[in-house]
Structures are given as structure tokens and as C-alpha cells.
């Protein structure tokens, strides 16, 4: 059938059988209700546990740090707070955390870490990370030995080590079992290092008056007392890079750790 158009003609389209089915679609769509708007999305934030308001008294503890890096010393108080005090479920934890030094150069930094961080400590929930968050910051000028020979990385690895050890004191981490065979290793070449150094002494004393008293004097071991297990290490030991500690000494040609029981020869 022939179609007289009597219009100019300024565009044309073709319709295919795909263009019709849509058309019908929305033809059925617009014949039927309107449906109900979709809900505004909220934000999906879940509050663990209830808000806890700061009681008027906590219990706390006090630490000391002192850091070639800084001319005074630094203390830190972490106040914890006492759940269901009185009862089999009663926990202990770490509240608000607190930082006194006379220095005024790092009292900015200060302040906004130790907010920071007493936040963390109110929200509750699992508050160890910020132990390795912490210990993992490296101070660019370099870092330090504290006293007992640990080795710190900058000052803030050392309030995270602080952390970590209040933390243990009120039972939120455990140290790992060390194992027999790793104990009885150590206390092995503790025995024998001691054993070697007390022979070397002997043969230094024996030796004659004036240069051979002062090698003698030379080689006695001078004792540095490592915090944590009281145990001795000789000044010449080196820093031991798994347990960071100043326990690292040659035994037969192989550099072996007297603190964790670390050999470079296995």
C-alpha cells in the first residue's frame, strides 16, 4: 500500500521488530501501578557494644622512658577500666593513655597520639594491632639501645613496646611458649659461652704481672642485665635482628643469639 507524504522529509529511522517489543514493554509498564521508591541508602556502621562512660576513678599504671633521643624523660600512664567488675566475667582494659615529658619539641605529636590512641582504647574490640603498628616505625636519623640492650627503632616503637607490655600485665596478650628443646638449646650455649669466656679469664690471669693483668681485664665479661628474664649478656655481643637484642655472639664460627636461641648456621 502506497503512502503519499505530503510533508518535507528532514530524517528518517528504520523500526525493527526489537524497537516494537520495547515500545510494547514500556506500554505494559505504564498500564501498571507505580511501585514504591526504593530506600535512601544509610550508612552500614554497626556499633559492637554499647557506649561505656568514664567512671570518676581508674586504676593504671605508670612507665618510664628514657631516650637518648629526647633530653628529659617521658612518662606514659594507660588507665584501664574494670568490666563487670565483681564477677566471673570481670576483664581489665586499657581506658585512656597519657604522656608527661618536659620536653616541649614533640608536644604536638604527643598529644594527637595519645588522643588517638585513647579513642582506639574506648571503642573496645581487639586493641593489639596498634602494639605492631607502632613497634613497625622506623625513625629516619636512626634508633636506639634502651637500657638492657633491646634495640628500638624510634621513640614511638619503644611506646608501643610499652603497649605491648601493659597489655601482658593485664592479661590481653601472651607471650608464646617457648618449647623444651629451644630452652634447654639456649641454656646450652648459655653454659658454654660462660664456660669458654671463664677459661679465657684464667689463662689471662695466669699470665704475667702489668699487659697480661690488664688483657686480662680486657677480657672479663662485663655483665648487662637484659629486662625481662634477668639474664647477662657480655658487652661484646651484637644486636641478634629476630629478638632485637644485644645477645648475639660468636660460638665456634657461627653467630648464635644467647636470648632466643638464634644460630646464622642453624
Not at 2 to 14: E, L, M, N, P, S
Not at 18 to 46: G, L, Y
Not at 155 to 173: Q, R
Not at 248 to 258: H, S
Request: net charge negative.
Amino acid at each position: 500500500m502506497a503512502v503519499r507524504i505530503d510533508k518535507k522529509i528532514k530524517g528518517y529511522a528504520v523500526v525493527t521488530a526489537e524497537d516494537k517489543a520495547k515500545e510494547a514493554a514500556r506500554a505494559d509498564a505504564a498500564q501498571q501501578p507505580q511501585a514504591a521508591p526504593a530506600a535512601e541508602p544509610v550508612d552500614n556502621v554497626i556499633q559492637m557494644h554499647e557506649r561505656i562512660e568514664r567512671p570518676e576513678v581508674l586504676v593504671g599504671s605508670t612507665y618510664k622512658i628514657k631516650s637518648p633521643l629526647v633530653e628529659h624523660a617521658m612518662y606514659v600512664t594507660i588507665n584501664d577500666i574494670v568490666l563487670n567488675a565483681g564477677t566471673e566475667h570481670e576483664h581489665r582494659r586499657p581506658f585512656e593513655v597519657f604522656i608527661n615529658c618536659k620536653s616541649m619539641e614533640h608536644f604536638q605529636w604527643i598529644v594527637a597520639l595519645t588522643r588517638i590512641m585513647s579513642a582506639v582504647f574506648r571503642k573496645g574490640g581487639d586493641v593489639t594491632f596498634l602494639v605492631e603498628e607502632m613497634k613497625a616505625v622506623f625513625d629516619p636519623r636512626g634508633g636506639y639501645f634502651k637500657a638492657g640492650g633491646v634495640y628500638m627503632p624510634s621513640l614511638v616503637a619503644e611506646l608501643g613496646s610499652i603497649v605491648e607490655d601493659h597489655l601482658k600485665s593485664i592479661g590481653m596478650l601472651h607471650d608464646p611458649e617457648m618449647s623444651e628443646h629451644t630452652r634447654a638449646l639456649i641454656a646450652e650455649k648459655r653454659r658454654a659461652f660462660e664456660s669458654r669466656s671463664k677459661k679465657n679469664t684464667d689463662v689471662a690471669e695466669a699470665g704475667e704481672m702489668g699487659g697480661a693483668m690488664l688483657a686480662a681485664s680486657e677480657q672479663r665479661p662485663e655483665d648487662i642485665q637484659v629486662t625481662g628474664d634477668g639474664a647477662s649478656f657480655p658487652p661484646s655481643a651484637t644486636m641478634c635482628h629476630k629478638c632485637s637484642t644485644k645477645a648475639l655472639v660468636l660460638m665456634d664460627g657461627c653467630a648464635t643469639c644467647l636470648n632466643c636461641g638464634y644460630s646464622k648456621c642453624g
